[in-house]
């Protein structure tokens, strides 16, 4: 009977005592191809596109980053600070898109009342979120990557915190180039 509460009890051990960030981090690493996309989505400067993919971005940089849920506090935080930055990103020739599991009609409100100048994409059953190791159902985890203009990923952070976030982003891209 020892041994077998032994034999139970060490691989739970082991289990939690790992670097949780890397026992459970399935997300691409640096220098990995980004994971291609295609989803549904909004953007208040576009509003007759209904569709963007990977491509879309191609010979710029992505800010590509998850977020939980349209209209809460910290996804608000977060989706503001890349708005207010959004000109600054554009001087060093980069792209922002926003990925949760709301719907087109969730984003176009979010949009239009918090003023994001931004394209959010609907990732509904999470399929791009999985891939980029961002899904925890029924939401998106906080993470972010900067995909270069070759489609690589060159930084990514993981679970993030919303403030300032943006900041902490642009001055990685600025490093970059």
């Given amino acids: 009977m020892r041994n077998l509460v032994v034999s139970l ?3 739970f051990i082991l289990l939690f005592n790992c670097n ?5 981090d399935f997300a691409p690493e640096v220098g990995d191809i980004a994971p291609y996309f295609k989803l549904e989505g ?3 400067n576009k509003v007759s596109k209904k569709i963007w993919e990977l491509n879309d971005f191609k010979g710029k940089w ?4 998850f977020y939980p849920k349209d209209f809460t506090a910290g996804c608000t935080l977060e989706a503001k600070g890349f708005s207010e930055l959004k000109k600054d990103y554009s001087k060093y020739n ?9 719907n087109q009609d969730s984003h176009e409100s ?11 994409l609907s990732d509904p059953k999470g399929i791009i979120s999985d891939k980029y190791g961002s899904w925890i159902p029924p939401f998106s985890d906080r993470n972010t990557f900067l995909i270069s203009p070759e489609g690589e990923i060159s930084y990514r952070w993981i679970s993030v915190l919303p403030i300032n976030h943006a900041k902490e982003v642009l001055n990685v891209l600025k490093k970059k180039i």
């Avoid at 949780?20 to 459970?24: E, L, Y």
């Avoid at 992505?62 to 980053?65: E, F, G, I, N, S």
């Avoid at 979010?110 to 959010?120: A, D, G, H, V």
Wanted: glycine residues 2%; negative net charge.
């Fill in 20 to 24: 949780s960030a890397i026992a459970f």
């Fill in 94 to 102: 980069a792209e922002i898109v926003g990925i949760s599991a709301d």
């Fill in 42 to 44: 909004f953007n208040k």
């Fill in 62 to 65: 992505l800010v590509m980053y």
């Fill in 9 to 11: 009890l060490i691989p």
């Fill in 110 to 120: 979010f949009c239009s009342e918090k003023s994001i100048n931004y394209t959010l």
